[in-house]
Every structure is written in C-alpha cells, then in structure tokens.
C-alpha cells in the first residue's frame, strides 16, 4: 500500500494530466474501460518513465528507496512498519529540484567581435 501511495503521489504531481484523461475515461466507460482506456493507462506508463523529473527523483533518490522496498521485504505482514521510509523517500522527492529548459541566453551564440 505503502509503494503504491509513493508511486501515485509522485505520478499525481508530474503526470496529472495523463492521470485525470485516464481517471475521466474510466468514470465515463464503467463496462468497458480495461479494454477502451488501455491507451491511457500506457499514457501513464510513458509519463513516469519518460518525465525528467521522475527521472532525476530514481536516481537521486535510489537510496532512500531500496531502503523502504527493503523494509516492505521485511515487513510484508505489516507495512505500516515502513512509514519512516515512505516519508523519507518522498522528502527525498520533494527535494529534488525540477530542470528548467535552457533560457533564450543560454542558447545563442556569442556575437563575433
């Protein structure tokens, strides 16, 4: 549970758009959204492994991480036991500071003297 809420909370800030577009899709076809909103739920999928800061947040963040998917192995009877590591891996998360595109500066050439 504890996995999941991490995963979903750093998905829901980065990849909220890819996320509302499934949950709208899933709420508008009850009977058929596994098959009718699949191609959202890879949308998803591509999000989270392909946004750069989610990125930059599994490799700055490896070590507060295996040490909470270390505890759930501990602990599988009782993640609850887990909490101290969920909450450093996403202040881990949240401390991991977002890339900005190279400004209009930092991309032109020098002007020649």
């Known amino acids: 549970m504890f996995c999941r809420q991490a995963a ?6 980065y990849c909220s ?4 577009q499934y949950g709208q899709c899933v709420t ?4 058929s959204w596994q098959r009718d909103c699949h191609h959202l739920k890879m949308s998803i999928a ?3 492994s392909s946004h750069p800061i989610i990125r930059q ?10 040490a909470f998917e270390e505890c759930l192995r501990q602990n599988e009877a009782s993640a609850g036991k887990c909490a101290e590591q ?5 202040q881990c998360a949240e401390q991991v500071p977002p890339q900005h595109p190279p400004t209009a500066m930092q ?3 020098l002007p020649a003297s």
Do not use: N, S
């Not at 758009?17 to 509302?20: G, S, V």
């Open 107 to 109: 991309t032109q050439p």
């Open 86 to 90: 969920v909450r450093r891996f996403l």
């Open 28 to 31: 508008a076809k009850p009977e």
């Open 57 to 66: 947040i599994r490799q700055t963040c490896a070590e507060p991480f295996e």
């Open 17 to 20: 758009r890819e996320l509302d």
């Open 8 to 13: 979903l909370e750093i998905t829901a800030r």
């Open 46 to 48: 591509q999000c989270t």
